[in-house]
């Protein structure tokens, strides 16, 4: 049987909170249609960030085109679930979905269990996914989506989960990442790929554009609802100046995935710390990790030390008053990520295990030299300075400042 590797669960996730069921915080402005999510971190295992990022990293470097699905693999998950919901069904089923920016399919079942309503059309298909630290095998249907007043599809391909692994606490996971993720996931049509829940709202007319903008803001709280998610463009409101739009990186592997090209320096001088190279952005990653090499270039400017209690570089006040900001260039944009973005929420030292004496860093190793074709992934602590969008029509990403972009929210 075909099974698509496709990531590593991770510290911070994204429940997708749809109002048409639960809350009336929808916006609608005709075309586009946003939403609000919530921003979670998984406090069973938030202290082993970086350890689940690097598992991520490798399962995402390592993904292979097909796979037999008796490939194991540990699961480390586990979100406190909501009432806020996506609807499956007519009348519709509510389930906690996570937003990932790193996989494409949906799928339902994990906890809150799957009614068969008039909507529903069973199909001869499984579909298996594997991710880096769990799975999903689950029967193929074809039912109606509701993500809010407006937003209803029709005809959705989802998994109904048989089994699965690592998915405490949700129902499963709403993928709005590149259509290409999903192919080889459907047993037997193993050669078929799946249109995602942004590829049959575009189809159908439910919105213009097959356009995702995703904006957040720095929090300092295990949980918060933080963020939106923008179906069919953007929203003008969540960002300042322009969007700068790059095309995805023709390097493999980064160009599977949200893929772009950048590099990185440090301070006023432009000390080096990663040349123009290839890598990702991903909502389902939590750090900004960055090749081997490169942390060490960083070590070195900063000065930031390992810290054996939570896997992280550390600082000491004193040296944290010193630490300068890190530059991104993308598409011939520069973006500041300043010294307060660099530093883990310290009000949340004690959930990851250190303590008040130090600033810890969000920069870490991505576990690999550069030069592999994806050599940095910038996480939800580097994109929620940011707004981004996905467009995978034209296969680009763009980004933009935010009010929150030179936040002292650390």
Known sequence: MAVSTLLARVGIVLLLISS???????????????????RRINATSVRDLLKIDQARAK????????????????????????????GVGSPPTQ????????????????????????????????????????????????????????L?????????????????????????????????????????????VTDNAFTQGLIDAQEVGISFEPTTSLSDTNGEITFGGTDPSKFTGDITFVPITSTSPANEFVGIDQTITYGAAGTPILPMTSGITDTGTTLLL??????????????????DATGLLRLTPAQFADLESLFFTIGG????????????????????????????????????????GLDFI?????????????????????????????????
């Open 20 to 38: 048409a069921l639960a809350h009336p915080t929808v916006t609608i402005r005709n075309n586009p249609v946003t939403l609000q999510v919530a």
């Open 59 to 86: 399962a995402i470097k390592n993904r292979p085109k097909v796979q037999s699905h008796n490939t194991t693999a540990a699961a480390v998950f586990g979100v406190p679930a909501t009432n806020q919901a996506v």
């Open 95 to 150: 389930f906690d979905l996570l937003v990932d920016t790193g996989s494409s399919n949906t799928w339902v079942g994990a906890g809150t269990v799957f009614q068969a309503s008039s909507t529903t059309q069973f199909t001869a298909n499984l579909v298996e996914v594997t991710y880096g630290s769990g799975f999903v095998l689950g029967q193929e249907v074809n039912d109606q989506v509701t993500l809010a007043p407006g």
């Open 152 to 196: 209803v599809i029709q005809g959705q391909s989802l998994g109904v989960a048989i089994l699965d692994q690592g998915f405490d606490g949700v129902d499963g996971i709403i993928g709005i990442g590149p259509t290409d993720l999903t192919c080889g996931t459907l047993v037997p049509a193993v050669t078929s790929c799946i249109p995602t």
């Open 290 to 307: 960055i090749a081997s090499d490169a942390l060490t270039a960083y070590e070195t400017a900063t000065g930031a030390v390992p810290d």
């Open 333 to 372: 944009t520069t973006f500041e990520f300043t010294p307060n973005a660099q530093a883990w929420p310290r009000a949340l030292n004690t959930a990851i295990g250190g303590t008040d004496d130090f600033v810890y860093l969000i920069v870490n190793d991505i576990g690999s030299l550069s030069g592999e």
């Open 378 to 410: 910038d996480g939800m602590t580097f994109l929620e300075r940011f707004y981004t969008v996905f467009d995978s029509a034209g296969s680009r990403f763009g980004i933009a400042t935010t009010p929150f972009t030179d936040a002292t929210t650390n």
